[in-house]
């Protein structure tokens, strides 16, 4: 290889070059021929890791069928959606909740404490002051006392159950969206899993590929350095004065181009 003649015998005919034009194309053999020598064992692809899809969208050891199916989450969030034990649940959420019972509970505390404080003792003291203490007019006061408390807790209570109603027609529209949702995300990410699996299983193969391809690749440049005067041939037979003019200048610009490689 290095250091060959760059000349050429075909049949009766010979090809040469001018002398420098051949040594420097035996010198840029040579250089090819060290530079194959160094890189064709030294692949740049063979430590590329390949990147797993799977462990970056669903962690370790897990892949996308430990996960349900688009069907799966469809009948679960969609298809099987009773809509009115749906609403009548959003209902009991907002009307059963621990922070209205919590409300009804300090409503009826403040209104006990005011009775104690205010109301009985000025029904007794006008109760005394007509002597009906001991009557069954006194007890019958009472009662009417202890029943309006009763009736004022429960319209309490009412009114604010009341008021959550549409909190809970809220809550349920927010469920049914949600429930949508959940599926629409769903589908995104699946699509997005299996367009980035594609992509970037492309580059895990392209890589693969040109690792093992890496020695083709350096003999297909010096494979170019051997053929490099292909074209630029002067034959020594003879020719008009055009023909040898064409190949003078053909050679002219293969013997620039080589010269200007060192």
């Known amino acids: 290889m290095g250091g060959s003649d760059s000349t050429t015998t075909t049949g009766t005919s010979t090809i040469r070059f001018a002398d420098y034009i051949e040594s420097k194309h035996s010198a840029f053999l040579d250089e090819a021929q060290a530079q194959r020598i160094e890189l064709l064992p030294d692949s740049p692809f063979d430590e590329y890791t390949n990147i797993e899809v799977s462990d970056a969208f669903f962690g370790d050891s897990y892949a996308i069928s430990s996960f349900p199916s ?5 009948g679960k969030f969609v298809a099987g959606l009773d809509v009115e034990a749906l609403y009548t649940q959003s209902l009991e959420t907002a009307t059963e909740s621990p922070l209205i019972n919590d409300l009804v509970t300090a409503e009826s505390t403040l209104l006990d404490d005011d009775i104690e404080a205010n109301i009985l003792p000025r029904f007794e003291l006008g109760a005394r002051d007509i002597n009906s203490v001991m009557s069954s ?7 009417v ?8 807790i ?12 549409p909190v809970s027609v809220d809550l349920w529209k927010t469920h049914l969206t949600w429930n949508q949702n959940v599926i629409a995300r769903y589908v995104e ?10 992509s970037v299983d492309k580059a895990n193969y392209g890589m693969a590929s040109s690792d093992k391809l890496w020695p083709f690749t350096v003999l297909g440049y010096e494979g170019k350095a051997l053929g490099a005067l292909t074209g630029a041939q002067s034959e020594s037979t003879t020719e008009t004065a055009k023909e040898d003019s064409s190949l003078l200048s053909t050679g002219l610009g293969v013997a620039s181009a080589l010269l200007g490689f060192f």
């Open 189 to 198: 990410v699946m699509k997005t899993y299996y367009i980035t699996k594609i």
């Open 137 to 143: 007019s006194f007890v019958i006061g009472k009662s």
């Open 70 to 74: 688009l069907y799966d989450m469809f």
């Open 145 to 152: 006392i202890e029943e309006a408390r009763v009736k004022s």
């Open 154 to 165: 429960a319209k309490f209570s009412a009114q604010l159950k009341y008021n959550m109603i």
